[in-house]
């Protein structure tokens, strides 16, 4: 059965400093694997989604990398501002349950500060 | 605009009633997805459904049920057997691309607290 495991489970990085979130996978049968957004309270929003033919996916200060051989996926932030403060969620698309739902990991909670 | 609309976005509910949470989209996707997410914890599949008059179980299914009438609309009713139902409830969509999930979009979620 999928698992996803995302380390660290919290961070706190001053302003502008350059970050990198870790998503590991136990089933490297994918199709694809998205990487989302949520603040408190709120529903998730899509950042990024790669395919698992891709290397890589990027959105302004956003880079999100795959390797899917061995099951690691990585979201870089460059630039960190405090608006970037949320909890990043990453999410596998697998061949096993024919990609018919994702695997969420629980998640990194990000704090960006002044 | 186009999106998915849930609500009620708080509601509360006496033990022993069953409740329903609405979930509209309007971005003509075929597939939506109801999911349950509790403090600390990854999110946990309830049901989903690619086509009309058809959905699937996910992993955490008792004590929940669901319709899918209308491509647009995929209501949630948690009914009296589920025996924690507190949580905040996120319904969500996506195109089905060749064999496998696409982008998946969510609502703003419902959090229901059981007084």
């Known amino acids: 059965k999928q698992e996803v495991t995302q380390i660290p489970a919290a961070l706190s990085v001053p302003e502008g400093e350059n970050l990198v979130l870790n998503c590991s996978f136990t089933?490297?049968?994918?199709?694809?694997l998205q990487w989302f957004r949520q603040d408190p309270g709120k529903g998730l929003t899509s950042l990024l989604l790669i395919q698992s033919s891709q290397r890589e996916q990027t959105s302004g200060r956003l880079n999100a990398s795959l390797d899917k051989s061995s099951g690691r996926s990585t979201l870089y932030i460059a630039a960190s501002q405090p608006g970037d403060s949320a909890t990043y969620l990453c999410?596998?698309?697998?061949?096993?349950?024919?990609?018919?739902?994702?695997?969420f990991g629980e998640g990194t909670q990000l704090t960006v500060n002044p | 605009d186009g999106g998915i609309t849930q609500s009620p976005k708080y509601l509360f509910r006496k033990e022993g009633q069953n409740v329903t949470l609405s979930c509209e989209q309007n971005?003509?996707?075929?597939?939506m997805y109801w999911y349950r997410q509790d403090p600390g914890q990854g999110l946990r599949l309830i049901y989903y459904s690619q086509i009309v008059n058809d959905f699937q179980k996910g992993d955490i299914a008792e004590g929940y049920s669901v319709s899918r009438e209308k491509k647009e609309s995929f209501p949630l009713t948690v009914t009296s057997a589920q025996k924690n139902p507190t949580a905040f409830y996120l319904c969500?969509?996506?195109?089905?691309?060749?064999?496998?999930?696409?982008?998946?979009?969510f609502g703003e979620g419902s959090r229901l607290t059981v007084l």
């Open positions: 971005l003509n996707h075929d597939a």
């Open positions: 969500a969509s996506s195109i089905i691309g060749t064999g496998n999930t696409g982008e998946l979009f």
């Open positions: 089933d490297s049968a994918i199709y694809n």
């Open positions: 999410a596998v698309s697998s061949k096993e349950t024919s990609g018919s739902r994702l695997t």
